[in-house]
DNA sequence: GATGAATGAGGCTTCATTCAT
DNA sequence: AATGAATGAAGCCTCATTCAT
């Protein structure tokens, strides 16, 4: 992410290679190590050792902690999004309801691969501005956003083909949300040992039709 | 014992009023430091200073910082729960469907009412066991737990009076949640003027009948 | 000590009384809590604690904490030093001998009943200078000194008698001392219960004969 | 592991040497700074001013505060006993007079080499518990239970060649301990220039035969 | 005089960051 | 590029002292 984005050439020498395999073992690390003890708790040291380098490296390969932190986010962001937009790209196909369960299984099964860095991140998203830099909350939340605004549009879809009703359809989307955070965080509270994933059906059953009998 | 002696109605000494308005003051400023800054972002001086009082006096009222966060959390919790625990009482009244949004009202007021330090707290909750201290790591939540059991019951009243359906019935109580805890993140990263308990009719809507046309 | 010394009348109006009733409870609870927690462990708040008073208390009557400490180890100083003085008065009576075990035993009676606080402040005689005031080390430790003195008194006599041989002598008093608080030192580190005084005639005849058969 | 590949001589790599210096440099700035502002008055600050680092860098190589005034406790401890243990090694040649002196000049000389810091330590020995740690409250001191376990162990030869009576013999120990711990109390009342070790004689001398004429 | 809540200077400790090797 | 010892700013907490009641 941070380098060599869009070089069009793709030769990528050996020293490049090996910084990059470095870089994701940090990167690894940090995902370990800010999940089990927190945004503020990780320390740059245990990171380091969890990664098999030392402290300096880090220094060598992000500028500093918040750089470190953003460049995890962003990569987990990027991971997700792509599937998101897979998802949404393959429109065709079938009916809004299984574009629906296809888009929450993608989310669902990015949690079950990252769940305690992003139960960490997802909750914390908006004391990040204070967090991460001293700065004013102005960046809101981007991971959360792109989320938000992926759903926004395939719930525009559902409305469209008249699957959604239009009453309260602004919340819609974040009610969609919620539900979907809201299976993470039950998930972290009492651990079971089915995927995330495997709730999708029952998900989006709810979303369009709730608890009432 | 050698309180009280000859103030005839006075109850509390002055001594002992303002003991208790400095503590209140204490509580509401490290609320605020706390919605503000987060929860390992919250300086103790920050709350001094809000509070009007020195660091000294912060420690006179409380063990320490983990205690005084704790006491919050607590007095927060007690406050809620007791609104809760009335809805759950007045059980004869009306349907379930009344009594379910009276119970969503009475968390989205409190919600209003604590915003900021609310959404710090529900939102970390499962690292508490780590940043609150390094103790009895597991001791998972009771706040959240305590809500939950009431929501239980709820619903449980709820599919007994057959007006909720018994497929998933296991998941929804995390759904009603997560609904709760999402209107409360909406309203934190993009806040409107309307009070989040004007959104309780609509939610509960959504839980009973989803999105679906 | 602080007040009163040496006004000619004797009146000591009931005031005075109750004013140094109070004083001598701040005085031995004090003793206590530099006993058991040491000269810089002990807090204000235990002390007043202990003699049943409130923290503002000890400064009515003490200027500060060092006043207080000094007030104390005055007093402890007073008491023993008039034992000494009396046990040297009455040199008519006996011989050396006989008068050098009353003086041991003299020392080692008020060991008997300060044991803890004494400890403390014959252990730290060389380092109050620092710890009690920041001054120069100018106050060469007056109760050690007097003692000395009362025994270089002493033991002049003992050698104008014959008694005590004259090479090494200058050496005499700090191995007296030296002994007479080492039989502390011992109690301290594995308390018996026979009372230090009942060593004296064993102390004495160290002094006298050594260890040699 | 990746060090010492092909330094032919050198035994350890310059960082190791370097952070023994460092850590050297550190416990001797301790030592000196204990001795002159005492246990408790001695301030991390100044002993990482005085070793020429950072405060930081203090615990870079100590726990703590306690750690560090541990390690340097044992250090000095570990010196004397070396040469207590060397003394009670070389019991072949000459008598029991001979092996007493040496025994006292080598607790005199490192008496000579510590002064300050030793004076701190033997003389608060007792209080130690307390302020070290609030931890296990009682464990008696190992310095000076060492040293009292070694002079037990030279004075009961010393009764079996018959040059010590038998009578009043347990308190032998505790007297020669006295005795030197006198000597070193004495110079640090009253320094002199002459070294501690030339009063050996004078002290065995005494121990053996007493002042009496 | 007694009280005890408030004060705030001062000490210990942590940890992100730097930099010489 | 990697290393890891050194740095020092920043935060928590203690406790002697004050002062309004």
Known sequence: MNRNSHTGRQVLP??????????RAILEAAEEVFGESGLSGARMEDIAGRAGVSVGTLYNHFKDRDALLKDLI?????????????????????????QLEQFVR?????????????????????MRAQELSGSRASRPNTALLEIRRRIEELLVRGRIVGMLRPEAAEMFPSFLMALLKGTLSRELSAPT?????SRAPALVLFFLHGAGA
Chains 1, 2, 3, 4 share one sequence.
């Open 14 to 23: 050996l020293r490049e290679r090996l910084k990059g395999e470095t870089q």
């Open 74 to 98: 962003v990569a987990r962001r990027e991971e997700l999004l792509a599937r998101l937009d897979a998802v949404l790209a393959s429109t065709e196909k079938d009916g809004f309801g299984s």
């Open 106 to 126: 993608a989310v669902l099964e990015h949690f079950d691969s990252h769940k305690a860095f992003l139960a960490i991140i997802l909750e914390s998203e908006h």
């Open 193 to 197: 040992d089915v995927p995330l994933a």
